[in-house]
Every structure is written in C-alpha cells, then in structure tokens.
T-cell receptor, first 113, second 113 residues
C-alpha cells in the first residue's frame, strides 16, 4: 500500500520546454513534502520542499505546487536543461510523527538537446 | 567536504553470510537514517537514530540491526543475508529528527546470491 505514488515512471522533454512531474498521496496527515533529484551511482539530493500551509514554492527554475484537497503535488522545471536528466523522487512526512520520509517510486526525466 | 560517506560502495554476499554497512558523517547532524531502494518502489526506511544512543524501527526493519556508534557513525548489519535483501542501501542525516531535508550518501549496492 504505497502512500506516495508517482504514476509516470518516465518523462521525455525537449530542452527549453517545461517538465511537469506529478505525485499523489493518500495519507492526509502528511504536512511536509519534498522533491529529490538522483543521478546514477549517487545519492538523492534535495531539490525543493513545501509545507502544507502553502500551495506554491518557487526556487529558480523549480516550482512545486500543492493541492491538498486533491492530495496532489507537482514539480515544474522551466526551462528544462540537459543536466536535469535524472530520476526525481517526491517524498512526504508528518512533522509530529518524527518527520520520517515516505518516498514515491520515482520518475525518470530525459531532457533532449 | 565529504558530507555522508558510505562503505563499501559494492558488495556481493552469499546467502547466510553476515555483513555490516558503514555510514559516517561530518555534518555534525544529530539524526541518521538507513533506507533501501528497490526498482519502482522508491526508498523505504529501515531504521533511524534520532540522536546518539537511540535507534528506532522504520518501515522495513526485519532482517536488519543497527548501531549508533557515536554521533558520526551509524552502521547497518545483516546477520544472515537473504536474496530479498539485494538492494541499494542509502544512509542519510538531518540536523535533528524534526528538521528536513535529509542529506544522503552515495549508497552501497549489495547483491546476495
């Protein structure tokens, strides 16, 4: 029973265009959400996060949107660059329960030059 | 500037053998975590240590033990390895249990024959 799901295992996008990655969750107690980026043979690196009190957070080319009623978050990358080719994981946590992360299965993004 | 260091990077074991995965951090973080990553399933929490001297079970603790040797080091032990434990193992740290994000090492790829 996966509480955090990324239903698109892969995504291909042209350089300069927008990449949109989606993530759905089932546990309404989650109150903090993160996106991690992972290159092959490396550990995940933190990209951007959002608290449940917000519906949008932006950091440079990366924007995360949270729709609590739909239990859905998305990551927008604009414009996409070849260096963005990686696997992206969304993760969720409950602050009052020790902030342990529950991860989605990941989406592999390929940005074509 | 190492951050989170995991050793070894690769290991092949036979069923029934024992093995300890090592994790050391120089970030002066209080909390440390062990995850396993399997294809399509994202990362799943095995054990965590909120602070030196404490350890707690995560989502998938069966077949594993941990030791928080000191503030810097957190080891994961497989007493009798099974093929189902073939995975990539990641160690992570955070300032404390209530803070994100977590910072990850580059992983240990473990194969059990």
């Amino acid at each position: 029973d996966q509480q955090v799901k990324q239903n698109s295992p892969s995504l291909s996008v042209q350089e300069g265009r927008i990449s949109i990655l989606n993530c759905d969750y089932t546990n309404s107690m989650f109150d903090y959400f993160l996106w991690y980026k992972k290159y092959p043979a490396e550990g995940p690196t933190f990209l951007i996060s959002i608290s449940s009190i917000k519906d949008k957070n932006e950091d440079g080319r990366f924007t995360v949107f949270l729709n609590k009623s739909a239990k859905h978050l998305s990551l927008h990358i604009v414009p996409s660059q070849p260096g963005d080719s990686a696997v992206y994981f969304c993760a969720a946590s409950i602050k009052a329960a020790g902030n342990k992360l529950t991860f989605g299965g990941g989406t592999r993004v390929l940005v074509k030059p | 500037n190492a951050g989170v260091t995991q050793t070894p990077k690769f290991q092949v074991l036979k069923t029934g053998q024992s093995m300890t995965l090592q994790c050391a951090q120089d970030m002066n973080h209080n909390s440390m975590y062990w995850y396993r990553q399997d294809p399509g399933m994202g990362l799943r929490l095995i054990y965590y240590s909120a602070s030196e001297g404490t350890t707690d079970k995560g989502e998938v603790p069966n077949g594993y033990n941990v030791s928080r040797l000191n503030k810097r080091e957190f080891s994961l032990r497989l007493e009798s390895a099974a093929p189902s434990q073939t995975s990539v193992y990641f160690c992570a740290t955070s300032w404390d249990i209530s803070n994100q994000p977590q910072h990850f090492g580059d992983g240990t790829r473990l194969s059990i024959l």
